[in-house]
């Protein structure tokens, strides 16, 4: 195997495969990246067995070479020292080899790495996906489909499939939904076509990785959905995930459907005030904060913390209708919740102290985030 | 103990102190920030016992406002709330003040923080030094001698004095010197008139902070030194060192007064090709990489580790005089060493694969490291 390769996509396609290679795997040859290398270029291969991913460089793009002098062939080799080795290579092209006993050879400039691979061989095949069952979505709406959604996910074992963002076809809207039991997010976005898609739950941890890989560069991700695996394909990657088991809990219950009270208010504003009522309380668990409505449109936000001492601030709604409320919640979730919201102005609709409240843009009925709130005597 | 001051002027001070300001302490009022508010301005302090910095923020300063509406008095309050109290209040101007019980009001817009503090009379005083034994330094110098040597003390305990810089004026130069056995860090500077200065050991965790503290908008620092402190002594900014007891060994010693191989090389590209030949290495402790000369001026640098692989490059010195060599040493040294010396061009001395070689910029006689080498078999 043999190939000429700019660094820099070479660097590109490294990272990007980096992020589902784990060094503590059980399986050994998984601590290895795979180099595949045809006349149409070079593929990139790691795996953790929840998530694989596979970068390709092509041989050439928009007029631009990256690879030449191809002799194919495929190795295994060591993926702890590669990235540091290909970003510190000191010029732009690089040149790397295997013989037939898996020596490996990387060239740039006067530098000469020798590795000691594994056979490609050895290499568990990665599914081939049945492409029925897939759809299209611009690449930034999925990727804000993900980070308004996934923060929300359980990072607790106890129930598994709440470590997964729930993902579904209704009505011909996509839904992704993820709860951990105190608190929800949910995003909702119509479909062009008539799409079937069974309902999958993806693990929270896969969606992430995904997310720091997709850059705005590639317009359209296909997505494609069997029993226990979804692929994420684009033009040079593929990523594909295991789905969790079982069946993920009936949400739509949890929304109350009236609310007795709504709140009109700047995002930002009530984010940094929530921050600093936090300030103090960062030793308790829940880093509990209260909420109490005030004459006029004034909200009043404290956070106490014994022995430490404790925070007020007054801040104006644009509006507020309904009863009067003292409510207690905890800041890291609301602060999670505003800080998913890309908007100017929230609308926060309660239901009393005791029950769900509801935070929402005003102006976009497809985002929701719910928060249980906190008793206090 | 009442004042309203600019948050911007109070952050940075409070960045600086909280410098000084350590959670492990065994004094327990010393995990508070000292606040002391005079017609003249606000001084803050921290200390844990080591070092104590003082940051003072004056009324005014180039016509600009900073403190007003002064009421004089003190207090010390928990410090580990205070950075992001202050980093995260609304507006600009911050209101604070204490009563005669200690508790503490800090006002911004609408955000108000209730702390209870402590009795500023429980906080230790701060050792006056004489003024006697001090001279001055532009402070962008004195950060370059620290910057030049203090990553080479000791961060071990086993000799305690190894863990500081060695400061003394010799010839009417004025002497830093760092080492932990296996290299050493120098630097000297002419002194403009004559001083007189004891030599003193001063911790190189004092200078490292130092060094994140001082900018370069001041431009001379005056440092004095007693028995057992020494302080550095800016317009708003007073900082104190405990120093080390002992005696700092003769290190003058250790530098060969001949050497028999001289190589004149880029200092990038030397260090470049020691970071990749030491990339395979990281496992070792000592990350070793090996030089060996070549014909012509070629160096090769390679490094090797037992079931990953070897690296291996020629670089081309600008010339080389003398006996030929092979030699091996600590990457994390050699690099350190070169990091350090900001000119384009080094001067590496050689005596034999066995002793301590050097390391100069060219044109530049001041500044020396010295690294010994490792033994291989």
């Given at each position: 195997m043999k190939f000429t390769i700019?660094?820099?996509?070479?660097m590109e396609s490294v990272q990007h495969v980096m992020k589902a290679i784990s060094s503590r795997t059980t399986i050994p040859i998984l601590t290895g990246m795979k180099l595949e290398v045809s006349e149409q270029g070079v593929?990139?291969?790691?795996?953790?067995?929840?998530?694989?991913i596979e970068s390709i460089i092509p041989v050439e793009e928009n007029g631009i070479v990256y690879v030449e002098n191809i002799e194919p062939g495929s190795v295994v080799?060591?993926?702890?020292?590669?990235?540091?080795?290909?970003?510190?290579?000191?010029?732009?092209t690089v040149e790397i080899e295997s013989d037939d006993r898996r020596n490996i050879t990387i060239r740039s400039g006067k530098a000469e790495f020798h590795l000691n691979g594994q056979d490609s061989e050895e290499y568990p095949q990665l599914p081939q996906l049945h492409t029925e069952d897939?759809?299209?979505?611009?690449?930034?709406?999925l990727k804000n489909l993900i980070r308004q959604t996934v923060f929300a996910v359980s990072s607790s074992e106890t129930r598994p499939i709440l470590t997964g963002v729930h993902v579904r076809v209704e009505n011909e809207e996509l839904h992704f939904t993820a709860t951990d039991s105190h608190r929800l997010a949910s995003r909702k976005i119509p479909l062009e076509s008539k799409t079937e898609l069974p309902s999958v739950v993806i693990p929270g941890k896969s969606l992430t990785e995904l997310n720091k890989i997709l850059d705005d560069s590639e317009d359209t991700i296909e997505i494609s959905v069997t029993e226990n695996q979804v692929l994420f394909r684009t033009?040079?990657?593929y990523f594909l995930s295991r789905l969790l088991e079982g069946n993920y809990p009936e949400t739509s219950r949890l929304i109350p459907e009236q609310s007795k009270t709504v709140v009109k208010i700047d995002t930002k504003e009530l984010l940094q005030s929530v921050d600093r009522a936090s300030l103090l309380a960062k030793e308790n668990r829940n880093n509990v904060v209260r909420l109490i409505m005030k004459e006029g449109n004034q909200i009043e936000i404290n956070g106490n913390s014994p022995e430490v001492g404790n925070v007020v601030e007054e801040v104006v709604a644009d509006s507020i209708e309904g009863e009067e409320l003292k409510i207690s919640f905890s800041a890291k979730y609301?602060?999670?919740a505003l800080k998913s919201i890309h908007y100017?102005?929230?609308k926060v609709e309660f239901t009393g102290a005791m029950r769900p409240f509801l935070i929402r843009p005003v102006d976009d009925e497809q985002i929701l985030q719910l928060i249980l709130p906190v008793r206090t005597y």
């Open positions: 700019q660094r820099e996509q070479l593929k990139l291969t790691g795996s953790d067995s929840d998530i694989s080799l060591q993926a702890k020292y590669f990235p540091d080795i290909v970003r510190k290579l000191p010029q732009s897939s759809f299209e979505l611009p690449t930034d709406l033009k040079h990657l609301m602060m999670d100017d102005q929230v």
